[in-house]
């Protein structure tokens, strides 16, 4: 009730403004200072967004060496420092006016080979703040220095540097104190200012980089090598625990590296995205990610990721905001296919073999560079980043399932080696099972050190990866609905699961269109059976459509019905095993893509090499 009397009394203001005005004419052309501030605000949105652009100055001008310097969250000072090309005093003064670069060649807008191209940046922090640039170019004798305010510029004076350019912004936001109002915590423009920063750095590797705020080098990074500057940024403990993504189709290559899933954190704050050496928001990969870790990684869970993708420039649209924070892709869909590809085939080669690593003392499965793989173990970081050719990926494609048995545990495979011998297990990366301790855990001996496995959650999880392929072979089953259910909807939701009709049939899902904006579900898939709230299903289905492309929640839903009942038909913790049937199980996972972890991302298998043995025990 109240807002229905809030807009009756904007329609009446309005009215009443219009006739007022009678013949007066209504539209003006606004002061080049509003314009510019207007402008300023889209481009400049906080500290971080005037980092962002300077040092994408800086690297443009081919700094080899960029320094950051921010103080109190970037309100008072935000100065970058370079060693690149320099500027003439008359570029100088073109620097500071709007629509003025140096780095446009093709007014077509199709082949952007640099960060900036808009020639906007620096009138826009100029329009927001009190700015000066000092520079010198490479062979010049001396600098010159030009400085604008609320505006108004000075004429270049002489002034000392070494070849290179420094921009001071000073008072950020003084002359728009609507935006200063919006500005958060100190603390929290610098975490974003430096996010910038590390964006920037894994982009340009061979680059040094520093960030000092109240007087600390938060950053400092010497020029390194790819891999070197992602451990530098993402920890080392993030190169131990990845596995390489690389895929390429139709002119598109993705390369990267991502964290098993039994690495993740609780935040999606470790993710990166980068286009052509273009840091991009990473909102787009959220989709794709959580297709690919859907069933690894328990919900709230985030894999920490530096995904490259490169492409020729015209199959990029970086024109797409002022802050080109975001990118077109010619072919989207394509795009993201390719992603999930690329992290699937990992996932399946390299999250077999993962596991967790016991606090510090214990190493994981996966190679950390001190324990001695298995032999047919391909280390994560000798493949990740190898830009040399490789042959193209194909799309995850499940390779063929070892046969199953139709109970809770497979037999003993006939090849399956005396324990005695050391030298059989050098072809089991799980190793010969030794015992099993509380019934629960399983303890095997490889060639070079201890396996333990949680003998509940890895056979719930190859019993889910058995359920799966079923479903893949057979299809999903649909049942119609004894009443079928009308969901009303917005239309942008009824145009989106409408359009995807064909693809959520083969999920299980049959809707239909009921007129205005509602929409009809005739069948669903068995699996869920009649206890589903369908209609928030359907709502979730639609809002996962139009936000990644993908009816996500409901292929989320189905693995886990599935998940829960891989659980309840799983042998138990607390059950006795026989021998054979603990080294068939540890056959089975060898021989599973993904059954490294359970559902919710927790490990199964636990590697101890006899190196990290040793160190338990102060033997090294
Ligand atoms: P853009 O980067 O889109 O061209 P900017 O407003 O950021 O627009 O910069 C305008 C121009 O100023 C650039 O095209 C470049 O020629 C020059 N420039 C800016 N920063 C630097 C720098 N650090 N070193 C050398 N030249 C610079
Ligand atoms: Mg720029």
Request: charged share 25%; glycine share 8%; net charge neutral.
């Amino acid at each position: 009730m109240a807002r229905r009397g809030q807009y009756g009394g904007m329609e009446k203001h309005r009215e009443s403004t219009t006739r007022h005005g009678e013949r007066q004419p209504r539209i003006r052309e606004l002061p080049p200072e509003v314009i510019n501030r207007i402008a300023a605000g889209e481009v400049i949105e906080r500290p971080a967004s005037a980092v962002k652009e300077l040092v994408e100055n800086a690297l443009d001008a081919g700094a080899r060496r960029v320094e950051v310097v921010f103080r109190e969250g970037g309100r008072t000072l935000i100065e970058v420092r370079d060693d690149g090309c320099g500027m003439t005093p008359e570029e100088l003064r073109l620097a500071v006016r709007r629509h003025a670069t140096s780095k446009l060649r093709d007014d077509g807008l199709v082949r952007i080979a640099t960060l900036g191209f808009r020639g906007e940046a620096l009138a826009a922090i100029a329009a927001a703040s009190r700015l000066s640039i000092v520079s010198r170019p490479a062979h010049a004798t001396e600098a010159w220095e030009i400085a604008v305010e609320g505006g108004q510029e000075t004429a270049p004076r002489p002034a000392a540097r070494a070849p290179g350019t420094t921009v001071s912004v000073r008072d950020l936001f003084f002359a728009t104190p609507a935006r200063l109002k919006f500005l958060r915590s100190a603390r929290a423009e610098t975490l974003a200012a430096l996010k910038v920063v590390r964006q920037l750095a894994l982009a340009h590797p061979r680059t040094a980089l520093a960030f000092i705020t109240e007087q600390r080098r938060v950053l400092d990074l010497p020029p390194q090598e790819a891999e070197a500057r992602i451990g530098a940024i993402m920890g080392r403990d993030f190169i131990a625990h990845a596995f390489p993504i690389e895929g390429e189709r139709e002119g598109y290559r993705v390369l990267g590296l991502a964290s098993l899933p039994t690495f993740s954190r609780g935040q999606p704050d470790m993710q990166f995205l980068l286009v052509n050496g273009r840091p991009v928001q990473d909102r787009q990969l959220s989709g794709p990610l959580r297709a690919a870790y859907r069933d690894v990684l328990a919900a709230g869970r985030h894999p920490l990721m530096v995904l490259h993708i490169e492409c020729a420039p015209e199959l990029v649209d970086v024109n797409v905001h002022p802050t080109k924070r975001e990118v077109r892709f010619r072919d989207a869909g394509l795009v993201r296919a390719l992603i999930i590809g690329a992290l699937r085939a990992g996932l399946d080669t390299h999250a077999r073999h993962s596991a967790a690593s016991l606090a510090d003392a214990a190493r994981t499965w996966t190679e950390d560079g001190r324990g001695t793989p298995p032999a047919d173990w391909t280390s994560p970081r000798q493949a990740a980043l190898s830009t040399a050719a490789q042959a193209p990926l194909e799309l995850a494609e499940e390779r063929a399932p070892p046969p199953l048995p139709a109970h809770p545990l497979p037999p003993i495979p006939a090849r399956a080696a005396p324990r005695e011998e050391n030298a059989e297990t050098s072809h089991l990366p799980l190793g010969l099972a030794v015992a099993q301790v509380h019934g629960t855990y399983i303890i095997a001996e490889t060639s070079n050190g201890i396996v333990i496995v949680d003998q509940h959650a890895a056979h719930e999880r190859l019993t889910y990866e058995r359920l799966k392929r079923q479903r893949a072979r057979e299809g999903i089953a649909r049942q119609p609905l004894l009443v079928p259910e009308v969901v009303s909807l917005d239309a942008a939701s009824r145009d989106a699961l409408l359009g995807a009709a064909t693809e959520l049939r083969e999920l299980g899902l049959v809707v239909e269109d009921f007129g205005g904006d509602a929409v009809v579900v005739r069948e669903a898939p068995a699996l869920l059976g009649n206890r589903v709230d369908m209609a928030r299903l359907v709502r979730d289905v639609a809002a996962d459509l139009l936000a990644e492309g993908m009816p996500l929640a409901l292929s989320e839903r189905l693995d886990h019905v599935l998940a829960t009942l891989a659980c309840h038909h799983s042998v138990r913790a607390g059950r006795r095993l026989k021998r054979e049937e603990m080294n068939a199980l540890l056959r089975e996972m060898e021989a599973t893509p993904r059954s490294g972890q359970c559902n919710h991302g927790r490990p199964t298998a636990v590697h101890l090499t006899l190196d990290d043995l040793d160190k338990l025990f102060g033997r090294k």
